[in-house]
């Protein structure tokens, strides 16, 4: 059996920091799919691992940025800046309601963060991240279907390790990032880590001044790591970050017919049209916000009992509040606000026992989550529900519709693997998974009494119910089981051929629309829950050392889903249902290494052929599951002086995608490709850093999401959404060592 070897590393007369960008040694990266350290090519999955140092050459600043260089993996905003989740393989989460989980998972050192408010984090001092494609729900805490990221940070050490880093860009971009970490007594260590980014807004709002999507976040992170001995450690993080950021950017474009882009006709519902070809401007009456607050403190326990046996413990307590209000008729006319509250509180708990008996290696566990969620969802739009009895002068009418949700998970889980031979390895593992949801949820026709968006204006003290126009209360109790086979066999001593299947299962949940429901739909079971999905994941890949080449890794999959969870969005709805089939067939291809002297090159290929079955027998493709996605990039590096000058340009290619099950214009996303490139001249002892960076270079112009809100009985129009444009900065970073 071939045990981890040290990846390649390029020896060109200078540091490996500067130069072999794509071939930095993955020696001990601890791919905790296996939950034990090993080399990223002795693990049969498909898996994109970028150590801290390439996440800062490549210019990522974000939890969503990372999944660029990533074949077959795209960052999704259901609703612009204040939500963000992961898509792998073509499987996503396009809800913006917080209530249902995605199907990839998200991870920060080994806990779930379950709300995706909650996954638009920074990122920074981090040591590795690492991404997952495929279900893996053996070995991990929450069950993903469709993957996961893993977002490793750096851990206190004795050493006396500082940086700081500042910088300034577009828009009025202030960034400060730093980390100081050291040791306070022989067997005790600390590192506390900051961030803090402004920027103004780069959404022109005409009609107040009032620019949108600015940035204001703060992060901060403090780690004690205390080890008596070298068989036991214990880790304890704190955590804390805000965000208070004036949103709701949409580009009004006027869709007078139904499913129809009607750009140059006046929008009778609102009087109103926006086709100046701008789509950074807007003119919002009442401009929104989106305030965040997160916290959370986790316990990591290791503790080396002998040589055959490790236990680990993981505790975590996470929160999540945030407040989101928007203009979702994007005119000058006081039509409708849609918003948003979450209020959830999670704890989490693994065990985790990891030995050998002989050539066998074992791991078993049990997690336990425990999420309470009370959420809100709802409109300020007196047009549209009317103020009733009105109860004070300026008062408003709308929809404020409250929701609770419990859940509790409980799972077992065991993974062997034991050597049939020298160059062949069979793995096999189990998850056993019950999950417990309680969900109560009513629709409300209320008045705000001060209708100003303003953060307190959901509170109960601004509301006067009108009339209750739905309720449902519901729980239900899902058992599942996760699995995984699997053969690894090494042809030759760099080369690995694996076969595998996989058990995902993603547990049942509920919907909680906006609008009122109006017949068939109705306040039960059929409209407003869906059951657990099981796919099962047929996979095949060769993970390949070619000499001094770098690597070249692919996979080829086949995925068979049985209740496929699949997302549709109606005007401002996005309602889950269940698909009684769905199949997805496609292959990947990534390669990661050094044509030439100091050139290093980064490759990646995935196509994805994605088909749903719905109720009435139809066929359809999911939301936002393009067909193809490349990505690339390229970097020269050449001594300076005493220093070190690396050049770079990366790109990614998105294939064409839809936002909702309709084939209408509206909805669409024509193919497009982003480009970026920078420039960095580090010293020669690696302790200062300056570099210049331009993201999005051609300035394109791409919706990362759209609703359908056209024809004379809706509002007229389509929302569009759109990526950042063109942005350009420079950074200064001194450390000490």
């Known amino acids: 059996m071939r045990k981890s070897k040290l990846a390649l590393a390029l020896t060109l007369g200078v540091s490996c920091q500067h130069v072999a960008f794509a071939q930095q040694v993955f020696e001990e990266i601890s791919v905790v799919a296996q939950k034990r350290e090993q080399s990223v090519q002795d693990v049969g999955i498909a898996i994109t691992a970028l150590s801290g140092d390439q996440l800062e050459a490549l210019g990522f600043d974000n939890a969503q940025q990372v999944t660029a260089m990533a074949p077959g993996v795209q960052t999704v905003q259901p609703n612009g800046e204040a939500n963000y989740s992961v898509g792998i393989r073509g499987v996503t989460n396009s809800d913006f309601t917080t209530n249902v989980e995605s199907p990839v998972a998200l991870y920060v050192d080994e806990v779930y963060i379950s709300q995706m408010s909650g996954a638009g984090f920074s990122l920074f001092d981090l040591e590795r991240v690492e991404i997952l494609r495929g279900p893996q729900g053996t070995l991990f805490g929450r069950n993903a279907t469709g993957g996961l990221v893993h977002y490793i940070t750096r851990k206190p050490t004795q050493e006396l390790d500082a940086y700081a880093k500042v910088t300034f860009g577009d828009y009025n971009q202030r960034k400060f990032e730093g980390a100081l970490g050291a040791g306070l007594t022989d067997t005790l260590s600390a590192r506390v880590s900051v961030n803090i980014n402004k920027a103004d807004g780069y959404i022109e709002n005409r009609y107040t001044g009032n620019d949108l999507n600015n940035a204001d976040d703060k992060t901060a992170r403090v780690q004690f790591l205390y080890a008596p001995n070298s068989d036991f450690e214990a880790l304890l993080n704190f955590r804390y970050a805000e965000q208070d950021i004036d949103t709701g950017f949409f580009e009004n474009v006027s869709s007078v017919r139904p499913g129809e882009l009607t750009p140059d006709e006046m929008n009778p519902v609102l009087g109103y049209i926006d086709n100046d070809g701008d789509v950074y401007a807007g003119d919002y009456d009442d401009p929104g916000f989106n305030e965040l607050e997160t916290n959370g403190a986790t316990a990591t326990l290791k503790w080396q009992i002998n040589d055959d046996l490790k236990i680990v413990s993981i505790s975590d307590i996470s929160n999540v509040e945030r407040t989101y209000i928007e203009d979702s008729d994007a005119s000058p006319v006081p039509l409708f606000n849609f918003f948003l509250t979450t209020d959830a509180q999670q704890f989490s708990q693994e065990i985790r026992l990891e030995g050998n008996a002989g050539d066998l290696l074992w791991v078993t566990g049990a997690y336990y989550l425990d999420l309470d969620i009370k959420d809100s969802n709802g409109a300020i739009s007196d047009p549209l529900i009317g103020g009733g009895g009105t109860t004070e002068a300026g008062s408003e009418g709308g929809l404020y519709n409250p929701y609770t949700s419990t859940l509790t998970s409980t799972s077992v889980f065991a993974q062997l693997e034991y050597p049939l031979a020298e160059d062949l390895t069979l793995i096999g593992g189990l998850r056993f998974i019950q999950d417990e949801k309680e969900f109560d949820f009513s629709v409300n026709?209320?008045?705000?009494?001060?209708?100003?968006?303003?953060?307190?204006?959901?509170?109960?003290?601004?509301?006067?119910?009108?009339?209750?126009?739905?309720?449902?209360?519901?729980?239900?109790?899902?058992?599942?089981?996760?699995?995984?086979?699997?053969?690894?066999?090494?042809?030759?001593?760099?080369?690995?051929?694996?076969?595998?299947?996989?058990?995902?299962?993603?547990?049942?949940?509920?919907?909680?629309?906006?609008?009122?429901?109006?017949?068939?739909?109705?306040?039960?079971?059929?409209?407003?829950?869906?059951?657990?999905?099981?796919?099962?994941?047929?996979?095949?890949?060769?993970?390949?050392?070619?000499?001094?080449?770098?690597?070249?890794?692919?996979?080829?999959?086949?995925?068979?889903?049985?209740?496929?969870?699949?997302?549709?969005?109606?005007?401002?709805?996005?309602?889950?249902?269940?698909?009684?089939?769905?199949?997805?067939?496609?292959?990947?291809?990534?390669?990661?290494?050094?044509?030439?002297?100091?050139?290093?090159?980064?490759?990646?290929?995935?196509?994805?052929?994605?088909?749903?079955?719905?109720?009435?027998?139809?066929?359809?493709?999911?939301?936002?599951?393009?067909?193809?996605?490349?990505?690339?990039?390229?970097?020269?590096?050449?001594?300076?002086?005493?220093?070190?000058?690396?050049?770079?340009?990366?790109?990614?290619?998105?294939?064409?995608?839809?936002?909702?099950?309709?084939?209408?214009?509206?909805?669409?996303?024509?193919?497009?490709?982003?480009?970026?490139?920078?420039?960095?001249?580090?010293?020669?002892?690696?302790?200062?850093?300056?570099?210049?960076?331009?993201?999005?270079?051609?300035?394109?112009?791409?919706?990362?999401?759209?609703?359908?809100?056209?024809?004379?009985?809706?509002?007229?129009?389509?929302?569009?959404y759109y990526g950042k444009p063109r942005w350009w900065g420079v950074s200064f970073k001194y450390s000490w060592f």
């Open 445 to 720: 026709a209320v008045e705000f009494l001060d209708p100003a968006s303003q953060p307190g204006f959901a509170d109960s003290d601004n509301l006067a119910l009108q009339a209750e126009l739905g309720q449902y209360s519901a729980s239900r109790k899902d058992s599942e089981v996760a699995g995984r086979l699997q053969l690894n066999w090494y042809p030759t001593e760099d080369l690995l051929t694996y076969l595998s299947w996989n058990r995902g299962v993603k547990g049942g949940g509920y919907n909680a629309p906006i609008f009122p429901l109006a017949p068939p739909n109705d306040y039960d079971d059929a409209t407003l829950s869906y059951d657990p999905e099981q796919l099962d994941a047929y996979e095949f890949g060769i993970k390949s050392d070619v000499g001094d080449y770098g690597r070249l890794n692919a996979a080829i999959y086949y995925y068979d889903y049985s209740d496929y969870q699949i997302f549709n969005i109606i005007g401002l709805d996005t309602i889950t249902i269940n698909s009684p089939e769905a199949s997805s067939q496609g292959f990947e291809v990534e390669y990661q290494g050094q044509i030439g002297d100091n050139w290093d090159l980064l490759l990646g290929a995935a196509y994805n052929d994605a088909e749903a079955t719905l109720a009435d027998g139809s066929k359809t493709v999911p939301v936002q599951s393009p067909k193809w996605n490349y990505n690339g990039l390229l970097r020269y590096s050449m001594p300076v002086g005493s220093g070190y000058l690396a050049v770079q340009g990366d790109f990614v290619f998105r294939d064409d995608v839809r936002f909702a099950l309709s084939d209408a214009e509206t909805l669409q996303q024509s193919a497009y490709t982003l480009y970026n490139a920078s420039i960095t001249y580090t010293s020669g002892d690696d302790t200062w850093q300056i570099s210049a960076f331009v993201d999005n270079l051609t300035d394109e112009e791409y919706i990362v999401q759209a609703f359908d809100l056209s024809g004379p009985e809706v509002f007229g129009l389509t929302e569009q």
